[in-house]
């Protein structure tokens, strides 16, 4: 029986991890759950489950009731969960929390020196040499749960770095791939809400809609598999069946194939190397249309930025993304206009030269402290866009 630590229980990835485990109750246990402020939701999810510790982030959530009748521990705030984390000393911690604040986290289950599947790409692009060096020391296994990189660790099986000619990153285009340029100043938040695929979170549905998401996975992939930028190409797919591919040296091609649900890479991460049921629908070949697309790079020139930020190195990844979870929250508030964001995330590249890109890290607080002067001078920036 493996012990299974949630983290961001709430969320897509975090239901959708459950549901898995409810089809091998004979093989894992869940543990613990963690969720940013959605308590209620939490503490249902607890009771479902039979998990006797959560963690709650927002400290401003009201649990005392629920606490006072209940044998459930609850664990509060980002100390809280790193308490959590080592409490629970779980054989597998699964982090679906979203963005940079994922990091801490991140980094607390790779120390435990089991096995971290990642769902939140952000840790990687921002200090992916670290954190994979944070997993030698401590003997943690990385797996990567989002369905473009399970596809290629999948393809990638009994191969090597060296036999790979290229990576093909398939994306789904989001809402806007086939709109014209003209039509995007009218976009509105629900517009790029509206993921057609997809049910994700709002960070990444608006990072979706931009292309900018598959520009950090880009980056991450070039870190967790060591390829170089130069060999990660991106087609748009938009029925997303095929979730990534790999050309060998020798010419051929391998891609993962699935209808669109987070299930298939979900139960691999937990059973690899062995396969488990996932209980998704099964594809039909019979009736089955595939088509890829040139991304248009006018369109979406966030495609450009990660190898931009690669090829001038040092900590332009990091910077990259804190322009962008800066932009993107910006606009969720209604502050700036959809095509701002793509002109704000530009400036990550100007703030080079007022931060200190080279600095090697050494502790998570530095490359936090590198993240918050990176978003003070993407807010200096933003001034120039907000209303």
């Known amino acids: 029986m493996k012990t299974v630590l949630i983290l961001g229980s709430t969320g897509s990835i975090g239901k959708s991890t459950l549901e898995v485990l409810d089809l091998h109750k004979e093989n894992f246990k869940c543990i613990g759950l963690s969720a940013n402020k959605n308590f209620q939701a939490l503490h249902e999810q607890a009771n479902k489950y039979s ?158 809609s931009t292309l900018m998401n598959k520009s950090l996975e880009i980056i991450e992939a070039s870190v967790l598999f060591g390829v170089d930028a130069n060999k990660i190409d991106v087609v748009i797919h938009p029925q997303h069946i095929v979730h990534s591919m790999v050309e060998f040296k020798d010419g051929s091609i391998l891609s993962n194939l699935s209808a669109p649900d987070m299930k298939a890479s979900i139960s691999y991460g937990l059973g690899f190397p062995k396969r488990l049921e996932s209980g998704i629908e099964r594809l039909s070949f019979s009736d089955l249309s595939l088509n890829f697309f040139e991304p248009d790079h006018k369109k979406f020139p966030t495609l450009d930025y990660a190898k931009k930020a690669l090829s001038l190195g040092g900590n ?72």
């Open 316 to 387: 332009l990844p990091l910077i990259l993304n804190s322009f962008n979870e800066v932009a993107v929250d910006l606009f969720l508030q209604e502050k700036i206009n959809y095509l701002d964001i793509f002109q704000l995330i530009s400036h990550a590249f100007d703030a080079k030269d007022s931060l200190d890109i080279n600095i090697k890290f050494d502790t998570v607080d530095e490359i936090l402290h590198l993240e918050a002067l990176s978003k003070k001078q993407a807010k200096v920036y933003a001034e120039r866009y907000t209303f």
């Open 51 to 208: 998990v006797k510790n959560i963690c709650i982030q927002d400290g401003s959530t009201s649990e005392t009731d629920i606490e006072k009748n209940s044998d459930i521990k609850i664990y509060r705030g980002s100390d809280g969960q790193s308490e959590m984390i080592r409490d629970m000393d779980a054989d597998i911690v699964v982090v679906g929390i979203a963005g940079a604040i994922g990091l801490e986290a991140t980094h607390e289950a790779i120390k435990t020196g089991k096995r971290v599947l990642i769902a939140n790409k952000e840790p990687l692009v921002m200090c992916g040499e670290f954190l994979l060096n944070e997993a030698k020391k401590y003997q943690s296994e990385i797996i990567p749960l989002d369905s473009e990189h399970s596809a290629i660790f999948q393809c990638l099986q009994g191969s090597s770095k060296d036999d790979v000619n290229k990576i093909i990153l398939c994306c789904s285009g989001g809402p806007f791939w086939d709109k014209k340029i003209e039509s995007f100043e009218k976009i509105t938040v629900q517009d790029a809400l509206n993921h057609p695929i997809w049910k994700m979170g709002e960070k990444i549905s608006i990072d979706s």
